[in-house]
């Protein structure tokens, strides 16, 4: 699809959806929007103009994905080999997942950011020496041991969906490039991902967000084993970063174009604000585990306790991004009660 000349919107399938059934999804949830069983399609960005050949994103490394990509493609007189650079917003699989099919393919240059490129290597190509440590975490916060080495293999099962490749260059964020006339600016965004970046082309006043911002769905913004720091506190000062851009088109990785980005730049802060009261209120006055106050906050998708395990896991990253961003505004304090980590009121 054309967004304008030069910049085109691609679509490949999350891998349990045919291209056919994305597709369709993709034009119903812009006049429909809902929530879907799973995440069904990414939306890469082709960049040409110029004699370049640009992807912003690709998809899972699946057969159909390609196939997707390559018809994409294709309606706008390109073809994967062609391209001569491969702009990642983030590491995750379904943004990330083709790199490496598409770097042999046309021996293009792999751009991430090098907070994100420094994970790859532990995640993608190593990954055994991660359980362990996930193991380790989880009865850290509290949860059953019984439970913890299920929530462990989590993510083992999408290696397969994963065609890894070191990035060629790494990026900090504030570096420009060129695709033809556009210019191309990166932003960086830490928060769902540490090194998840967005692209804004100031002329023509273009925002690629890839998962940052969506327009109904609120990123995933969660604490791991190879998180640092307080990333919900970098989410939220990641969106004061793009409120003063002078947009006109804003293209997410997933769903559909935002319309008004304040408005929901200021939806997905109310809605971290009110998740955090709510945390508040789930911490026991002697102190809680992150378990124990996931076990207690809402959940759209129904109760903690009948979540499959990787849905578990993420529900455990997820509280504890706010319980440490509480921490960070002074609301709660951390205690380490033998080998078990508490939270609690200040
Ligand atoms: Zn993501
Ligand atoms: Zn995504």
């Given amino acids: 699809m054309q967004i304008i000349e030069?910049?085109?919107?691609?679509?490949?399938?999350?891998p349990q959806f045919t291209i056919e059934d994305a597709k369709a999804l993709r034009r119903d949830l812009e006049e429909h929007p809902r929530v879907t069983k799973g995440l069904p399609y990414v939306l890469p960005y082709l960049l040409k103009a110029g004699g370049d050949t640009v992807l912003v994103d690709c998809g899972w490394n699946t057969d159909s994905a390609y196939q997707a990509?390559?018809?994409?493609?294709?309606?706008?007189g390109s073809h994967p080999t062609e391209i001569n650079k491969?702009?990642?917003t983030h590491v995750h699989p379904d943004?990330?997942?083709?790199?490496?099919?598409?770097?042999?393919?046309?021996?293009?240059?792999?751009v991430l950011h090098e907070k994100d490129a420094e994970v790859?290597?532990?995640?993608?190509?190593?990954?055994?020496?991660?359980?362990?440590?996930?193991?380790?975490?989880?009865?850290?916060?509290?949860?059953?041991?019984?439970?913890?080495?299920?929530?462990?293999?989590?993510?083992?099962?999408m290696l397969d969906k994963v065609s890894p490749v070191p990035a060629d260059t790494e990026v900090k964020g504030g570096e420009t490039f060129k695709v033809g006339d556009f210019d191309f600016e990166i932003i960086w965004t830490p928060g769902h991902s540490p090194g998840h970046i967005c692209l804004y082309e100031p002329n023509r006043k273009i925002l690629m967000t890839g998962d940052h911002v969506l327009p109904t769905i609120t990123p995933n913004v969660s604490i791991h084993t190879q998180t640092h720091g307080s990333p919900?506190?970098?989410?939220?000062?990641?969106?004061?970063?793009?409120?003063?851009?002078?947009?006109?088109?804003?293209?997410?990785?997933?769903?559909?174009?935002?319309?008004?980005?304040?408005k929901r730049l200021r939806e997905i802060e109310g809605h971290h604000d009110q998740r955090l009261e709510?945390?508040?209120?789930?911490?026991?006055?002697?102190?809680?585990?992150?378990?124990?106050v996931?076990?207690?906050?809402?959940?759209?998708?129904?109760?903690?306790?009948d979540f499959e395990p990787w849905m578990q896991r993420a529900a455990v990253g997820e509280t504890l991004a706010h319980l440490e961003y509480l921490f960070e505004l002074g609301r709660l304090a951390k205690v380490m009660r033998g080998t078990t980590l508490y939270w609690l009121a200040v």
């Fill in 6 to 14: 030069g910049i085109y919107q691609l679509l490949t399938p999350f």
């Fill in 69 to 76: 990509l390559e018809e994409g493609m294709r309606e706008h």
């Fill in 86 to 88: 491969l702009v990642v």
């Fill in 95 to 110: 943004h990330y997942g083709m790199a490496g099919r598409l770097k042999r393919l046309s021996s293009c240059e792999v």
């Fill in 120 to 157: 790859i290597n532990t995640r993608y190509f190593a990954p055994k020496g991660l359980t362990d440590e996930m193991g380790k975490f989880m009865e850290t916060n509290g949860v059953p041991p019984l439970q913890t080495p299920e929530m462990s293999q989590g993510s083992m099962g």
């Fill in 232 to 262: 919900l506190g970098d989410y939220m000062r990641s969106l004061e970063k793009l409120v003063d851009l002078d947009v006109k088109y804003v293209l997410p990785a997933h769903e559909f174009p935002i319309k008004d980005l304040k």
């Fill in 278 to 292: 709510e945390m508040m209120r789930c911490v026991d006055a002697g102190g809680s585990t992150a378990w124990e």
């Fill in 294 to 305: 996931a076990g207690r906050v809402e959940w759209a998708t129904g109760r903690l306790a």
